[in-house]
């Protein structure tokens, strides 16, 4: 296949699908009048709420506008990543030491949580990840982070490969991500095909759910939208993101051993055990242009993607483009609870592109906050900022 900068016919966005397989479609389910919880959004967080929901003395039901894993959850590298976005040395100056390692044990018992629900399921792998310094800036950086993650007691270790710096993290993981969530949810009561389109509250405390196949009244209305947010609560503190993906046909040359992030995460990139490569990022080349709701494939930041494959020495053709909308929060941490003066109303949500790393054990916190009373983390909190 040509490149998008070889081919001047293509138009400068389009939609496509990408390479991951849309789960099988659920059985068709009538809207409940009721519920004691509904659910609204079919990617990893909606999945993992049901899941952990299961078993309650309750009636739950997730709504989902189109299909399971639909949006991000099924746009994605596959990546099951320990921490945030920015290395641990960044993370400790933005957010304290005490704080940033907190996050880091989280998503390290996230991880636990997916790999036993997905017991093996879904191309489940754990043989960790690479970041690769780009600069000489960013080695400093992460050898800072290895040296901090050492006296934290945390996974990540400092390597020198090529004279490059290199931090590794053992135990990080790789998966398909449309096939975890359909993983995850099992058999859960959904609704595909459910848009919501409004919540009114209740002066009872319950919540009428407005969708276009008709009103759902419910106890609790718990929202792992995600980047879409914003839809249905204005003020909502996440912004969407997009980001652009490729796939490529398989090849015996490897590229790499395992999933790898480089220049602050704003590249990374896999190989599949059949050889195909994934390839990911380059969003820096147009940050004003990858905003919004639309999980449109934008041509010029494709084309750096081309030259990416070019650069590892790859002539395969490319056999997806496809793109997916992030929800980023201020503060780059998921928001988790209460709707600020929406009674009934909860958030799950804002994972700043790390979704999978920790939507499992986000929802758990969230399910035993509303069923038992648990507390949520003072920095998970979704009141911690500004609606």
Avoid: K
Wanted: hydrophobic fraction near 45%.
């Amino acid at each position: 296949m040509a490149s998008f900068a070889q081919r001047a016919i293509v138009p400068l966005r389009f939609v496509a699908d990408p390479v991951w397989s849309r789960p099988p479609p659920r059985p068709p389910r009538a809207l409940p009048a009721h519920a004691d919880v509904v659910v609204v959004g079919g990617g990893i967080t909606g999945a993992a709420l049901m899941h952990w929901l299961r078993g309650r003395d309750l009636q739950a039901v997730l709504l989902e506008r189109r299909h399971l894993a639909a949006g991000a959850s099924g746009r994605n590298a596959g990546f099951v990543l320990t921490g945030v976005a920015a290395n641990y040395a960044l993370a400790v100056r933005q957010h304290g030491r005490e704080v940033a390692a907190e996050v880091w044990r989280f998503t390290v018992a996230n991880h636990t949580l997916l790999a036993e629900i997905l017991d093996g399921r879904a191309g489940h792998l754990r043989r960790g990840s690479l970041t690769l310094a780009a600069s000489a800036e960013e080695a400093a950086l992460l050898e800072e982070s290895g040296e901090l993650l050492r006296e934290d007691r945390l996974p990540g270790r400092i390597l020198r490969v090529g004279g490059a710096t290199v931090l590794a993290t053992d135990g990080d993981g790789e998966l398909d991500p449309a096939a975890a969530v359909d993983a995850v949810a099992g058999d859960a009561p959904v609704c595909e095909g459910v848009t919501v389109q409004s919540l009114e509250c209740g002066q009872d405390g319950g919540v009428r759910v407005h969708t276009s196949a008709g009103e759902v009244r419910a106890g609790i209305v718990v929202l792992a939208t995600n980047a879409y947010t914003a839809h249905l609560v204005a003020a909502a503190p996440i912004a969407p993101v997009r980001a652009q993906m490729l796939a490529t046909g398989r090849t015996v040359h490897r590229v790499a051993e395992r999933p790898t992030y480089s220049h602050w995460g704003y590249r990374y990139w896999r190989q599949r055990d059949d050889g195909t490569v994934l390839l990911g990022g380059w969003r820096d080349t147009a940050l004003n242009e990858e905003v919004g709701t639309e999980p449109a494939v934008n041509v010029r930041v494709q084309a750096h993607l081309d030259a990416a494959l070019r650069d590892m020495g790859l002539g395969v053709p490319v056999t997806h483009r496809w793109a997916g909308i992030m929800g980023f929060s201020p503060d780059e941490l998921p928001l988790v609870g209460p709707v600020p003066d929406m009674p009934g109303i909860y958030v799950c949500a804002g994972y700043t592109g790390h979704g999978m790393g920790f939507a499992v054990h986000a929802t758990r916190v969230l399910v035993a906050h509303l069923l038992d009373g648990a507390a949520i983390p003072a920095w998970l909190r979704s009141d911690r900022l500004a609606w």
